[in-house]
């Protein structure tokens, strides 16, 4: 993710299971990426297409929500939207 979708280029901070020592769904995934972020677990909205990993979101105090891609671009807006998150593409 970080070389061939080149993610690093995209977001600030990237949290990798290689590089926090666990992996999702275990809460203690969450709570490290959350440290390294530099904000309180609460602020957070963790979105994600498992269950499982999203359930760990939530025993770790983040805010989180199930979405797959085969939703649709348009309700992961709407949920994002509930959220307080403006993601309407503008050109």
């Known amino acids: 993710m970080r070389t061939v ?11 990798y299971s290689y590089d926090l ?11 490290e990426a959350a440290r390294r972020i530099g904000a309180a677990p609460s602020t957070i909205l963790f979105v994600d ?11 770790a105090g983040l ?3 199930v979405w797959d891609v085969e939703q649709g671009h348009d309700a992961l807006v709407g949920l994002l ?6 993601a309407r593409l503008t050109a």
């Not at 297409?49 to 025993?59: F, P, T, Y």
């Not at 939207?81 to 403006?86: F, H, K, N, S, T």
């Open 81 to 86: 939207a509930g959220y307080g998150v403006d």
């Open 5 to 15: 979708l080149e993610y690093d280029d995209v977001f600030d901070i990237s949290c």
């Open 21 to 31: 020592g666990v992996a999702k769904p275990d809460p203690a995934f969450f709570t």
């Open 49 to 59: 297409d498992s269950v499982r990993n999203v359930e760990g979101a939530l025993v």
């Open 63 to 65: 805010r989180a929500v």
